[in-house]
């Protein structure tokens, strides 16, 4: 499976965890700020510009429309799912309902683990109206197909896997973070109440439990019944 999507989408190196890069951003930053001092060399400009760039790494990841604006209707090629093969809005055909949408702008190697882990809650949310898709954003929608139907298929995905362009990845769409390889949207009414955004090689149990979290509030936002975990 991952060597399809290597080959695919030619895939970077996979990146280090987040807190990794931070680290090592920070270690740079005083090693050049340590070295400019021992040199006699003023380091307001260079310490001021390391600084910025370590914040930047640590800065928490933002992807995804703000909470309370319009979900934006767009088509998606279907893959799996009963409208596969087909072009298909799945945002006009939830409607009203709750809805946990996931981007996936760079395949991760764990990407699987997170569908499934969203796929548990929405089986057992069912009856609350619960309901999911995926989106796999690329401009090369031919290769997307084997991609999605192998990940489905080797890892049972049952939320419906799409393709759609990069063109949902804009401002005027999605407003998705280049850095984001994964954001997941909830939203009800059509309108957003949470981002989830995952850089590379971010997903893993850990991460994703407070994303798990958050649907069971989109499916119970007053508290006053229970929601299968």
């Not at 930053?29 to 914040?55: P, Q, Y």
């Not at 072009?87 to 055909?93: G, I, K, P, T």
């Not at 760079?106 to 999911?132: E, F, H, M, Q, Y």
């Not at 290769?143 to 049972?156: G, H, I, K, N, Y």
Request: charged share 20%.
């Amino acid at each position: 499976m991952l060597n399809l999507i290597e080959t695919a989408f030619r895939a970077e190196s996979r990146c280090l965890g987040r807190s990794r890069i931070a680290a090592a951003v920070w270690m740079m930053a005083v090693l050049a700020i340590s070295s400019s001092v021992s040199h006699g060399e003023d380091t307001s400009a260079g310490s001021a510009n390391n600084l910025k760039v370590a914040s930047q790494a640590l800065r928490k990841l933002e992807s995804g429309p703000k909470t309370g604006s319009t979900i934006h209707q767009f088509f998606v090629r279907a893959v799996t799912g009963p409208h596969r093969n087909r072009s298909v809005c799945y945002v006009c055909r939830y409607g009203s309902r709750p809805v946990v949408m996931v981007l996936i702008q760079k395949p991760d190697p764990k990407i699987a683990t997170l569908l499934k882990a969203i796929d548990a809650v929405v089986d057992d949310n069912r009856v609350s109206g619960l309901r999911c898709f995926g989106v796999l954003v690329t401009d090369e929608s031919a290769l997307a197909v084997p991609v999605l139907q192998t990940m489905a298929f080797d890892e049972r995905i049952m939320m419906p896997l799409t393709a759609a362009t990069t063109a949902i990845a804009g401002p005027s769409c999605h407003n998705l973070h280049e850095d984001a390889a994964t954001t997941v949207i909830l939203y009800r009414n059509q309108q957003a109440v949470k981002n989830y955004a995952f850089g590379e090689g971010a997903i893993d149990e850990r991460s994703i439990r407070p994303l798990l979290d958050g649907v069971k509030r989109l499916i119970n936002p007053t508290g006053k019944t229970d929601v299968k975990s």
